[in-house]
């Protein structure tokens, strides 16, 4: 089965790694994956996004028309991406950051406060993470184990954010247990 | 090996590395740069290895031709406009019989054009953009993994027949992440070519020039690199088949636009369509016997090209007329998907009238 | 009051060196974001604001209008 | 109160894409303002280059054509001799007119080509990402010199506008700087001064303007700043470093 | 008009100088040299024209680019390694719409190779050295009257399909005199196109560009490219015959080679062989529907070139099976003799088992 | 009696195909005898241009390669960098070096990469026939300047040498003559100092040598000779431009 | 009928104008001519030549493989080109400068001391003159009065030399009147 | 007789640069010309020639050795 997320938000909120996380977790499980970031003059206007599609089966395009999953980490994510999104797939918005609700009504909505647990946390820039975790709870295309070893991949050269991220990463993962009305 | 998740620039810089590529000489331009940029991290600094960001593209090329000269494994690479600026050198390396690896990271064009990905260097990778009788070997890889296989067969087959050889790629498989693996655990220690310029000890002076006020020279020299040329078709034409043996109709489809076509294909096959795919990994030397081959077993052809229309002619020289070939094109830059691909063939299909036909 | 200035909000990116030059020091960062994301630049009205324009000569996105009486 | 600052006419209401900070936005409004006071609305032929600045056409409100990668001077010569009732000026990089433009540009201000050079040095090639440009400082750290530039291997910072005062059809350089309130303000007397030397028929007149890339330099728009006044202006010393236009007042 | 006896390259040069041609812009290269020296000589003191010898091709090329911007005709000349160097340049041209006159001289190569004539640069004339999916159109000369005509001629096609024009010619072209006569008594007095940019007075500011960050606008671009070459496939292509009418054997070959060959048909003929000859004028577009049509008479078809075989390509494209094509061809800048052509027509002729049959 | 002057053992027995008086024979032999007295005839590579000296690895006794028109000095930079252990030298015209060449040779010596440039200034393009170069003088016909080369239409005189001081990496370039005996002599000496300076691996080095050209000149050899004393050496001032080697004495 | 010609001689001794005048001679009796110069590095050498094509009907190429007649003005050229020239064709040598026999039998030769002759008439460089008189005389492929014709318009620029050559075409053209034994 | 120099009169060009530079006035032009055409030059025997070889450090075809004893 092909599973296609877009993730999105603008530069810093750390879209990149997500995706390098959720990418690397799919390859440690042995599955096909592709990730595909956003280059070139369009970076200038200070927004990041990537796609990143999983499969096991060989993957025919790295680009995602209409994705299954979006993660929107601000309002631009959201407005830009919303209308690409298969009938049916699940939105993932960062509420800290997006008051505006979807103009799609064929989707379902997961709203993940993710700025706000990351300073509860006292981390505010793990954020990303916080949001990553929910996604993958939720959508359940890669273990948490084997996001951890993305994540761990991808901050190599820093390893001692690897503690906090980690952690923010499982409380996004948990949240849906506390089985908080989000 | 173990597999690294790698996007294709740097996994073209990482198979050079292995494949004993000692020097690079580059020029920014999107969408290579992370391979440039591989480059300098890995050689800039490493001993008996040399990474120069030139100050132009024809710079580069003209460097490498010096590290060539030398007997060393050198690589350049760029994108479309870049590549262009190139035709001079690779002219002159393919004249000169010096080895050489060039990338070219293909994007929309013309002009300026997009930086997105397309395929419309065919033309000029293939028949020679650059001056002169000449032809240089291109390698079309269809995925990070694919790319750090040919880069190192690249190198190869540039010092066994002692000619350029272009790997055209583009925007998406430089960009994109894969899990690949390398089939060289360490860089290979290579001496310099035999036939180097490195000073006439103990053996006379060379020469390596192409110029003659003698025309016959010249021609002789021409034919001298047809024989090798002959001799590449013979040995070294490289394609992939894919569902092709049943098949009534056959997609003809090289990178990117191939392993979307793939996609489409699997769907039309649920479909209960009869369709299969041939991919050329050469395009020079192109597929040709193949295609008649299948062209002999009645089937139908379709071709799918992210530009307007140039290995169709290749195709369409190939069949001689024994079949026809239709052709489907996007170009600029933007990126067919599969589900276009699987409307766009299923519609060939029938259009041929392929349904029912036993 | 000598002068005040309009900052557009849309246009500003919040890099601040409206804020960073003004003699006065009568800008001041917000942390409300604009569409494009960017915490944006606030002139504080009631301020002795002389309209030298410092702000609009270095703002880089022509984002300040500056008045003066 | 009356409006004593307001946007250039000739200058579009589209939101400029650069970076926040970018010098490129600042030095775009000065040629508008200084295309507004001189009135050359309808004379003004631009030439943006491959670079951050491509879309620089989407701003200025003049004809406006892209040119080829480092030949900005080379398309201005043509268009200039061909159309000389208008005023041209090229919009460069470093790494566009410092790097692969090197013949184009030193060769039309040897034939004292009537054309303006507005000369953006950031000391990165910004628009394909960060990597070293010829001005990029000793030791600087780029995408393409992660180790710091050393001059011995990668060269020294390449100082195009000295090189360019000693061919005998430059008019007028100047180098200039886009980052403080009183430098802009020179830096548009600098350009309007470039101007009229092209249209006095004096010859080649370049402004070089240390620009702020914030982005590549990975700095804030204020350190990008500061940086250029204690680190960049030690390498490239602002000031004249040509002027044969006779009239000594910069504007 | 009288008729004066001139070389190649400066009838090209005083053609132009009739068409309206106000810019030139050159750079030294063997065998073109006399072209760039008849405009400097012509245009570099007269009032409203402009002749520079640019630093370089490259530079040479772009100042082309910004003349015809002006809206002025506009012309440059080199040989084989210089016109590669344009090729970046003449991919902007195309892209951005701009008329212009380029003119290969063309030399053997590859490399430096000689400066004796050749005919090797027909891929990179007809499928565009450069990036990107355009055409220029290639016009053929193959007499000094034919180069002052076709020169007129270059400029017209250019303005009218905004797009440049290349004359493929040759050294011994360029080098022969022969006696020539003009069309136009004086310079033709032309305004600037209405298209131009020399400051928006009266009208909207305007951009000529290419790039774009969305791939659409690109596609679109290259859409209204190919329909604009459409067009100039329907109503450009332009071709001679010499007794083909009934011939079994046409010989197809463009250029030296072709007038050459002709001298070989007529002697062949005295053999009593059926031969003819379909000379291309326009390399692009190529006469494909007249080689359909002569091959739909049961014609057998023979190519002739001083290079390895390129539009051998078009030919067999366009007999798509319907007939063999065989070829012969000499390069590196031998020139084959008209005694040489007529055995090799007079043994492809036997053969191909012509002479009897009906 | 002892034969004390004789052919150069790394100087073919090939007869020049250069015209009488032609300066690139008089260089060439120059470059042998400094071969031949440095014993570098196994370490040496020279880099010949298109040009009239295209042929010149008919002469050399050494490894040759051709380089495409005015890259020289980027084909030496691949080529040294490859094989340090060499000694290269590229043999470029004015044409070749100062109009087509011009990036590359400034960017090459910026990087101060250690090879060594023979600089032939004949004040014109020989090979195609006498166009005007960048060196051509003002005023001078050639066959592109037939009314008298106009420095605002055509361009100054390129001074390239100088140019070439001005970037860091360069360490010893001198301009000489190829004009008298005496100037030979220090031709001599200039390029021993040249190739001594990259063997020290102190980076880049160029001798520019004022030379004859009869034939486009249209002048004798010996009015060529008076020539270059009397009008070329006035624009071209003969000496040492720069010298970083540290070695006050040429030679 | 296609008469093929090569001229050939050392720099300054005028083949070109030699061949200019002939080309141009035929045009004005409306033949069809071609006229190609040796061009490029050669010419260093210090030997020039050129090739003129008459006839009266299209010229298929300017090239002569196997020349009908071949001009030698110098002993070099003689040896460069002797062996090229058409079993039956005519071979004309400055006798001034060339001592040497032609190594072929199958051609006839026609001597003519022109540098003597041109030296004899006070104008030692109008030997050039002297040769092409005597050869299209000899050759009969054009008249004395268009090449007369012919070289006025070679020599636009330096009219006052005509008188000179002329004298000299004429004393060349007039030799074998004088029943001299060459 | 301190020295002679021997002139390759196949080699000769016939520039004149050792005829015009030789300060011993010992070379002269002959009116043979070479096969190359050219008219040589040629070392007047029995003369002053010092053997300086100034004729060699001119002669741009290595035509000329020089003795010196
Ligand atoms: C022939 C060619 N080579 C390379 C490129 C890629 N490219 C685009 S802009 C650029 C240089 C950008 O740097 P700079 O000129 O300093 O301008 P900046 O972006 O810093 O303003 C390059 C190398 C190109 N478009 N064309
Ligand atoms: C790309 C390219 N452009 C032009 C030429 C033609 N060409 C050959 S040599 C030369 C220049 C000759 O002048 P110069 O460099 O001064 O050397 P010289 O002959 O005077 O010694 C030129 C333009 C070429 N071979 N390649
Ligand atoms: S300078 Fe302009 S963009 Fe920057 S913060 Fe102030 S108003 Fe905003
Ligand atoms: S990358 Fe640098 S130069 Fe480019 S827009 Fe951003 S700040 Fe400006
Ligand atoms: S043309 Fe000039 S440079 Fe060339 S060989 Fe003759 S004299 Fe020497
Ligand atoms: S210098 Fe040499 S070539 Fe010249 S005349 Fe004397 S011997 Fe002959």
Same mark, same amino acid.
């Given at each position: 089965m092909l599973v296609k997320t877009i993730i999105s938000g603008f530069g810093g909120q750390g879209v990149i790694s997500m995706g390098l996380s959720l990418a690397q977790a799919a390859m440690e499980e042995g599955k096909y994956v592709t990730y595909l970031p956003s280059y070139g003059a369009e970076v200038r206007g200070g927004t990041a996004n990537c796609t990143v599609a999983i499969s096991d089966e060989e993957i025919a395009s790295p680009i995602a028309s209409s994705p299954d999953f979006i993660i929107a980490m601000n309002q631009p994510s959201l407005v830009r991406f919303q209308?690409?999104?298969?009938?049916?797939g699940t939105l993932f918005l960062n509420s800290s950051l997006i008051e505006a609700d979807t103009t799609r009504d064929d989707v379902e909505v997961i709203r993940v406060p993710a700025d706000d647990i990351a300073k509860e946390l006292g981390s505010p820039k793990s954020a990303n993470m916080v949001m990553l975790g929910a996604f993958i709870r939720r959508s359940d295309i890669v273990s948490l184990a084997s996001t951890i070893e993305g994540l761990k991949h991808t901050l190599k050269k820093k390893q001692k954010l690897i503690a906090v991220n980690e952690k923010a990463l499982s409380a996004g993962y948990n949240l849906f247990q506390r089985g908080q009305g989000y | 090996m173990v597999k690294v998740l790698m996007n294709g620039n740097s996994a073209i810089g990482e198979a050079a590395i292995r494949a004993g590529c000692q020097c690079y000489f580059g020029y920014p331009i999107t969408p290579q740069n992370e391979l440039t940029e591989y480059m300098t991290a890995h050689l800039s600094r490493k001993k008996g290895c040399t990474f120069i960001q030139a100050e132009s593209e024809i710079s580069a090329i003209n460097m490498v031709f010096g590290a060539s000269l030398a007997g060393v494994r050198a690589m350049t690479s760029s994108s479309s406009p870049g590549i262009s600026l190139k035709q001079e050198g690779i002219s002159y390396l393919a004249a000169c019989e010096l080895p050489a690896v060039i990338v070219n990271m293909s994007r929309g064009g013309p002009g300026l054009g997009s930086i997105a990905a397309a395929q419309s260097d065919y033309f000029q990778a293939t028949r020679g953009g $650059?001056? $002169?009788?000449y032809r240089t070997i291109v390698l079309a890889p269809s995925s990070v993994q694919e790319l750090a296989d040919l880069t190192h067969k690249a190198f190869d087959l540039a010092d066994r027949y002692r000619t350029p050889v272009m790997i055209l790629g583009d925007g998406v498989l430089g960009q994109m992440m894969e899990p690949v693996e390398f089939d060289y655990e360490a860089p290979r220690k290579l001496t310099a070519r +035999? +036939?180097?310029?490195? $000073?006439?000890k103990g053996r006379p002076s060379r020469i390596v020039k192409t110029f003659t006020s003698n025309p016959a020279t010249l021609e002789e020299l021409n034919w001298s690199l047809f024989r090798r040329y002959q001799a590449i078709k013979q040995a070294e034409v490289a394609w992939d088949t894919f569902m092709a043996e049943d098949a009534k109709l056959v997609v003809v489809a090289f990178g990117t636009a191939a392993r979307i076509a793939r996609g489409a294909i699997k769907n039309a096959r649920k479909q209960g369509l009869k369709v299969g795919m041939l991919r050329p990994i050469t395009l020079w030397p192109f597929p040709t016997e193949k295609i008649k081959e299948l062209a002999s077993k009645r089937k139908q052809f379709l071709v799918i090209e992210m530009n307007m229309g140039q290995m169709l002619e290749d195709v369409r020289l190939a069949l001689n007329g024994a079949a026809e070939a239709s052709f489907y094109g996007r170009t600029g830059g933007v990126i067919p998907t599969p589900s276009e691909l699987q409307r766009v063939i299923a519609r060939d299909y029938y259009q041929k009238g392929l349904k029912g036909r036993k | 009051m000598k002068g005040y200035i309009e900052i557009d909000r849309e246009m500003c990116k919040g890099c601040e060196l409206c804020v960073f030059f003004c003699p006065k020091d009568v800008i001041s960062m917000s942390d409300k974001l604009n569409a494009g994301g960017y915490r944006v630049a606030v002139f504080d009205d009631n301020?002795?604001?002389?309209?030298?324009?410092v702000c609009a000569v270095v703002c880089p996105e022509v984002a300040i209008e500056v008045y003066r009486g | 109160m009356k409006k004593i600052y307001t946007r250039p006419a000739s200058l579009k209401r589209t939101p400029f894409h650069y970076c926040p900070g970018c010098g490129h936005s600042v030095v775009h409004r000065l040629i508008c303002e200084i295309i507004d006071e001189m009135g050359l609305q309808d004379k003004a032929i631009g030439i943006p280059p491959p670079?951050?600045?491509?879309?620089a056409y989407n701003y200025f409100d003049v004809d406006m054509a892209e040119s080829a990668h480092g030949r900005g001077a080379a398309v201005a010569t043509g268009l200039k001799r061909a159309a000389p009732e208008t005023v041209v000026f090229t919009y460069q990089g470093d790494g566009d007119l410092a790097a692969i433009g090197t013949a184009e540009t030193i060769h039309a201000a040897n034939r004292g080509e009537n054309i303006t050079a507005i000369f953006i040095n950031n000391a990165v090639y910004g628009m394909t990402g960060g990597q070293m440009a010829p /001005? /990029?400082?000793?030791g600087q750290q780029t995408t393409t010199t992660p180790y710091g530039r050393d001059d011995r291997l990668e060269g020294y910072p390449v100082k195009m506008s000295e090189i360019l005062a000693l061919v005998k059809g430059s008019a007028y350089i100047e180098r200039v700087a886009a980052n403080s309130p009183a430098n802009i303000r020179k830096a548009k007397k600098a350009i309007r001064k470039a101007f009229q030397t092209q249209i006095d028929g004096l010859g080649f007149s370049l402004v070089e303007i240390l620009s702020p890339c914030p982005t590549n330099w990975k700095m804030s728009p204020i350190e990008s700043c500061k940086w250029i006044d204690n680190v960049m202006a030690g390498e490239f010393p602002l000031g004249v470093i040509l002027d044969r236009t006779g009239k000594k007042d910069a504007g």
């Open positions: 209308n690409q999104m298969r009938s049916g | $650059g001056h $002169g009788d +035999d +036939d180097a310029l490195r $000073g006439a | 301020s002795d604001c002389t309209g030298c324009a | 670079g951050c600045a491509v879309f /001005t /990029t400082l000793s």
